[in-house]
């Protein structure tokens, strides 16, 4: 499945964005979606995994901020990001695969086959 991540900008410490995930020529519905993003200078690190189910897991940092969701046409996946602080920025980028993988208790970025690019968040003092 071939995806594209869109959403990112420039915003205040505080303030709000909502990532979208979106596949091309096809539905995400029998997908988990899990959202990553990496810094510069530092390892990818999994945000958010959404499970075909629905099921879904954060990022201890992240939990209570942010909020992962399908659309009712499940074309897309969505990262709603709140109470942004500085140390989110990073550039974010949504996979796809059968499931959610883990290894040792964090979501795998190793084991998701499908990327899309990915979309620069920046958080501003």
């Known amino acids: 499945v071939q995806l594209q991540a869109s959403g990112g900008g420039l915003v205040q410490t505080g303030r709000s964005l909502r990532l979208s995930c979106a596949a091309s020529?096809?539905?995400?519905?029998?997908?988990?979606i899990g959202w990553f993003r990496q810094a510069p200078g530092k390892e990818r690190e999994g945000v958010s995994c959404?499970?075909?189910?629905?099921?879904?897991n954060y990022l201890p940092s992240v939990k209570g901020r942010f909020t992962i969701s399908r659309d009712n046409a499940k074309t897309r996946v969505y990262l709603q990001m709140n109470s942004l602080k500085s140390e989110d920025t990073a550039l974010y980028f949504c996979?796809?695969?059968?499931?959610?993988?883990?290894?040792?208790?964090?979501?795998?970025?190793?084991?998701?086959?499908?990327w899309g690019q990915g979309t620069q968040v920046t958080v501003s003092s």
């Open positions: 996979a796809a695969d059968a499931r959610c993988w883990y290894r040792l208790g964090t979501l795998s970025a190793v084991d998701f086959r499908s």
């Open positions: 020529g096809s539905t995400l519905d029998n997908y988990a």
């Open positions: 959404i499970s075909s189910d629905g099921g879904t």
